[in-house]
């Protein structure tokens, strides 16, 4: 990597070189790197000062560099002003005029080409404050006419084509801002807590004017000796203060110097320095470019810049460079452009800044304004600003001449030595300083009072007289407000924090709080200002920040649907607290009549100006979320059929969610897992019962993802009952899609018998699922309730089996997804545990049973509870008398006497009468205490001789071959035939002894 060579030094910092050489020689004994890099920083410093485009150093949120720019810009008038920005940001920062400061220029990518797709969505942001040097140049140009505003640094694309971050290695790597905090350094209490932090969301930030140590050695030097804690804190007291009165001379020179201190101490030739050596190259290239295009004097330029990037040493350095560096095209991304709101806070998080220090450098950029009376460059109509009268304005115009000497002409002669006398300047107290520090500790006397702190006036004395003893504790000429914060926290906050903010943040909030920018409504996109449009009719100030309750009763104003309808979206788009429902739901088949609404879309602007670069409406960046969702390589089942939920929630109409149900039918015919078994089950029951409820028939899609589901279920059964990875949720959520699709799936032509196969396949090894299976085969019928009781006692009887028991009962709770018709035998098994096993058994076993069913079944314990509900007794009292259903026996019957037969007979004599005139016999009723003759006893073995045939057929049976004997003779051969069958005799008796 080549750099510039020395050029001859001139002799405007012939007397800084010597006594530079003399410290060199005095501390290292000779000529060695330290007298290199002191004198090498000389020269740095006469370079960039002898530049014919003149380079205006600058340090992001500085107040001495915003006030040097503004005294500059008056005096110099140039016609031309490169900025270091992204080159393609240009057409923003005529929007700033209709924002309130602070706000960030945003870059932002969705559909990404030309780069890894895990980096996707791409943002850069740039924020900017009135406190800045660049808000000064950009409010110069803009409402100057004649004036061009060139920005010169890389754009958007080639911030992402320059990043180091390598996909190769299978880890994603954040992209980092453009000013990390320097490692090693000890961190400090950002306000990355505050919410305000997260405004500019995981974007890189590029801040301009970039300028802090590159190392944790050189800063941890610069803190430790310079009695400070942070490098805000430094920064502040060593070049903040000092520059506030410098002329443009003496502060470019100031800049330069520590700009090439920082520069020439980098570590090494890393990664991180050729990137910045990148954009310098491609800064000044541009600025060749532009010169060249219009053949505008160096004279009439002004370069804005980062002091790091002022002290360069690349070849193309300067109008008059050698280098010859190509830029490379841009990638086939399509990049959208933004502002969006800001806050001190975020810039703070983002770049790794002390909280509170740009909020204190803008109370010091409004106390250097009113004490040097410069006036700044404001865009006209810019939001949020004071509107200067005429009157004030004309009175004050004489002051209003800046005191310092005008820097000369830079063609004229050599730059005058001004670092020699400001290294030797001592610091001086002005007298308001202490005025403005007694109104300091009786303010946050004061705000420590409202917050529930026990502050008197003694105390505001005892931060007063703190603050002062602690500048002088760290050799400082007046206390900063650093100092004082130290102070008040020390005086203060004893022990605890009564309230929600701590001292250290009143300070923070007293010395000008956390300033909120925001983006007015003529540079929202134009889905933002569609929203504001739609939502006009709820006759809400949506702009402010803060959360607004909006309520809409659609039945008296049925104009207020089309709002509800913006406001499911917004939910459903942007982050939880954006849009908020109180009161009502929307869900598939319901719509409510009334809702309650939090909305916060002045707080949630960023996210909603960031829905603009996908698309000009709501309905559109939906759809096409729906499809990224729905199409994306990594799609399942479940979440597109979510996707289709969704589209006929929000959107309507048959057409995006037939699509969307065809491409459902797609995934699962390639899913070869039960890992969203559960979640399928309930979104194809959800759309079921809208479509039968809703619509005359059903869409084809889910007619034939029933159709395909049943079969595709059916043939990973076997396999997920033997998988270790399958849980047990996932296959009952398979069974109930199998048991309750069932009927629609055999009306659409699918088999039974695969159900039947599939289940009868199934062996599993773990517990939950055997009890799953049997559940199972209750519903198929393969195996009785009576059975499945009989295997619940052996496994309470099987003290093997017992520390298993809660799997199995976990198994049975599941079991209810699909056949909530075992509600009682769960009961039943459950009440069977306790009531069967010992105290040392069971207040072990306890614990295991609670803690399975609640991680593995907590949903489906409900079912259990209303089932035993029904079952146990409702009061006390009676459940000592009380007999679960499983252990009641049945009511015995009281033993019917010998003669039942003949006593039934008269009591149903018409069935007897139907009897008798069958078998032909025509004899009358015998008198109900029996017979009185002998011949009524005779006639069963008359009728036997009426009906031989009968007679012989049963002889047949018995193997008897007698022959018939006479009639007479016939009563006597009973009971030789009982004695020569005795087991018919035994089996006859039992039947009529049977209750």
């Not at 000013?179 to 500019?200: D, R, S, V």
Request: glycine residues 8%.
């Amino acid at each position: 990597m080549s750099t510039t060579s020395e050029k001859p030094t001139s002799a405007s910092f012939a007397a800084l070189r010597g006594q530079l050489h003399e410290a060199a020689a005095e501390f290292a004994g000779g000529q060695d790197a330290l007298e290199g890099i002191l004198l090498g920083m000389v020269d740095d410093v006469d370079r960039a000062a002898a530049e014919p485009l003149e380079i205006f150093p600058v340090c992001h949120h500085s107040p001495s560099s915003a006030l040097a720019m503004a005294r500059r810009l008056r005096e110099k008038q140039p016609k031309v002003v490169y900025l270091e920005l992204c080159e393609d940001m240009a057409p923003l920062l005529t929007e700033l005029r209709n924002c309130r400061l602070p706000v960030a220029v945003q870059a932002f990518a969705s559909d990404i080409d030309g780069f890894p797709p895990d980096w996707a969505p791409l943002s850069v942001v740039a924020p900017i404050t009135e406190a800045s040097a660049e808000y000064q140049a950009i409010a110069y140009a803009l409402d100057t006419p004649g004036v061009d505003l060139v920005l010169v640094d890389r754009s958007s694309d080639h911030v992402f084509q320059w990043d180091t971050r390598q996909p190769a290695d299978g880890e994603t790597h954040t992209a980092g801002t453009e000013t990390e905090p320097t490692a090693g350094t000890e961190p400090e209490p950002t306000a990355g807590t505050e919410p305000e932090a997260a405004l500019h969301g995981e974007a890189v930030g590029v801040e301009i004017g970039d300028l802090r140590p590159r190392f944790a050695e050189l800063e941890e030097h610069l803190l430790r000796h310079g009695k400070v804690r942070h490098w805000s804190e430094w920064w502040h007291q060593y070049v903040e203060v000092p520059l506030g009165d410098s002329d443009h001379d003496t502060y470019r020179q100031v800049m330069f110097l520590i700009g090439s201190l920082f520069r020439r101490l980098a570590p090494g030739r890393g990664e991180r320095v050729r990137v910045d050596e990148d954009r310098e190259r491609y800064m000044w290239t541009r600025m060749r470019e532009h010169l060249t295009a219009t053949g505008t004097d160096p004279a009439d330029c002004l370069y804005v810049c980062g002091a790091f990037h002022a002290a360069s040493h690349v070849d193309e350095f300067g109008v008059h460079g050698t280098g010859d560096f190509a830029i490379s095209p841009r990638t086939a991304t399509t990049w959208q452009y933004g502002l969006i709101p800001s806050s001190h806070a975020a810039i703070e998080a983002q770049f790794g800044l002390a909280s509170g220090s740009v909020s204190i450098a803008a109370t010091e950029w409004a106390k250097n304004l009113k004490r040097t009376r410069v006036k700044p460059y404001r865009l006209e109509g810019q939001s949020g600003t004071k509107k200067p009268s005429a009157k004030k304005t004309a009175a004050k115009a004489p002051a209003a001449t800046p005191t310092s000497v005008p820097a000369p002409d830079l063609a004229s002669g050599p730059t005058e030595d001004r670092l020699t006398g400001f290294l030797r300047q001592p610091p001086v107290l002005h007298t308001l300083d202490e005025a403005e520090l007694l109104g300091w500790s009786v303010d946050i006397v004061r705000a420590a009072r409202r917050s529930g702190y026990l502050a008197s006036t003694a105390d505001a004395i005892a931060v007063f007289e703190t603050s002062i003893l602690l500048a002088a504790m760290r050799d400082r000429a007046k206390p900063t407000p650093y100092d004082f914060q130290d102070a008040a926290v020390t005086c203060i906050e004893k022990d605890t924090v009564p309230g929600r903010r701590d001292v250290r943040r009143l300070v923070e909030i007293m010395m000008g709080g956390d300033r909120i920018g925001q983006v007015g409504y003529d540079a929202l996109p134009p889905l933002a200002r569609d929203v504001h449009d739609r939502l006009a009719p709820l006759e809400l100030n949506l702009q402010q920040r803060g959360v607004r309750r909006a309520l809409l009763d659609m039945a008296s104003r049925p104009e207020l649907r089309a709002c509800s309808d913006v406001l499911w979206m917004l939910r459903r788009l942007l982050p939880p607290g954006a849009a908020r429902t109180v009161m009502g739901e929307r869900r598939l088949g319901e719509r409510s009549i009334q809702e309650s609404w939090d909305l916060s879309l002045g707080t949630h602007q960023r996210a909603l100006i960031e829905l603009g670069y996908e698309g000009v409406s709501l309905e559109q960046v939906l759809e096409q979320r729906l499809r990224r969702a729905a199409y994306g390589p990594q799609a399942t089942t479940a979440e597109v059929l979510a996707a289709v939920e969704d589209a006929t929630l929000y959107l309507g109409g048959r057409r995006l969610a037939e699509e969307l149900g065809t491409r459902a039918l797609e995934v699962l015919a390639g899913e070869r897992t039960v890992d969203g078994a559960p979640a399928v089950l309930r979104r194809v029951r959800g759309l079921l019962a809208y479509y039968r409820t809703s619509e005359p028939v059903l869409p084809p899609w889910i007619e034939s993802f029933v159709r395909a589901g049943y079969a595709h279920y059916c043939t990973l059964l076997p396999t997920a009952f033997r998988d270790e990875d399958a849980t047990v949720g996932q296959v009952a959520a398979m069974l109930g899609f199998l048991f309750s699709m069932e009927s629609l799936a055999l009306s659409l032509g699918c088999d039974r018998t695969q159900l039947e196969l599939a289940v009868a396949q199934s062996h599993p090894n773990d517990p939950a699922k055997t009890a799953l299976l049997w559940a199972a085969q209750v519903q198929l019928g393969t195996l009785s309730r009576g059975e499945l009781r009989g295997r619940c006692d052996e496994l309470l009887g099987n003290p093997l089996v017992v520390p298993s028991y809660p799997r199995y009962l976990s198994g049975f709770v599941h079991a209810l997804e699909p056949v909530p018709g075992l509600a009682d035998v769960v009961v039943e098994a459950v009440s069977n545990a306790f009531g069967r096993l010992p105290d040392p058994v069971l207040l072990p076993w306890l614990p295991t049973l609670i803690t399975t069913l609640r991680s593995n079944a907590a949903d489906l314990a409900p079912l259990i509870v209303r089932e035993a509900g029904r079952i146990f007794p409702a009061r006390l009292a009676a459940l000592d008398t009380w007999v679960p259903p499983w252990h009641a026996q049945p009511v015995a019957r009281a033993p019917l006497a010998a003669p039942r037969g003949a006593a039934l007979l008269p009591l149903h004599p018409e069935t007897c009468d139907a009897v008798a005139d069958l078998l032909g016999c025509t004899d009358g009723w015998a008198p109900a205490d029996g017979p009185t003759t002998g011949t009524t006893a005779s006639t069963g073995a008359a009728l036997l001789f009426a009906h031989r045939a009968t007679c012989d057929a049963v002889a047949d049976l018995l193997g008897c071959g007698d022959p018939w004997t006479p009639v007479a003779s016939a009563l006597p051969v009973s009971a030789p035939l009982t004695t020569r069958h005795p087991a018919t005799a035994h089996a006859v008796a039992a039947l009529l002894a049977t209750p």
